[in-house]
């Protein structure tokens, strides 16, 4: 089912996620929701607390659907290794059409828990790097514009009041 994708200030998410710890129906439901609200909204990532969800679960798909192997669940993610600096341009589902450059690990190793309950760790480079950090992020109630300059952020969210004023955000 395709669900609506929370925009910022939604104050689900800024705040810290719960631990899943049912691996059954609802969860398996919850990420099948998730991919296909991603898809809906063209996203390549997508954090539970962004439809309304406060769980550890975030899905990631850099090819967009292309190929079913690159289709990421991560459940209780955690970094558990981070290497190097990138800096680069990111955006968010839950702000549209904002971005602003973000710096990040260029390498970062994730341990997380699959849709059946199993850990596993993954690496990633680049662009995934970069979406694992972000996705991760949302789960702790952190979201890109934390990781921006104060100067930065106030512009970003001047901009934003100034859309929601004139009901376009
Ligand atoms: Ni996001």
Request: hydrophobic fraction near 40%; glycine fraction near 6%.
């Amino acid at each position: 089912m395709i669900r609506a994708i929370l925009k910022y200030p939604e104050p689900v998410l800024s705040k810290k996620t719960e631990t899943v710890t049912d691996f059954g129906a609802e969860t398996r439901s919850l990420v099948d929701d998730m991919f296909e609200s991603m898809y809906a909204a063209q996203g390549i990532g997508l954090a539970a607390p962004q439809i309304g969800v406060p769980k550890r679960v975030t899905v990631i798909d850099l090819s967009f659907q292309k190929t079913p192997e690159e289709k990421i669940t991560l459940i209780n993610p955690e970094i558990v290794h981070r290497e190097g600096k990138q800096l680069e341009e990111e955006g968010c589902l839950s702000f549209p059409d904002i971005r602003a450059k973000v710096q990040r690990a260029a390498m970062v190793k994730v341990r997380a828990q699959n849709v059946e309950g199993e850990w596993f760790e993954m690496e990633g480079t680049e662009l995934l790097s970069r979406a694992f950090q972000h996705e991760i992020d949302h789960l702790e109630g952190v979201l890109f514009i934390d990781r921006i300059s104060k100067l930065k952020r106030d512009l970003l969210l001047h901009k934003i009041r100034k859309l929601i004023k004139a009901g376009e955000w």
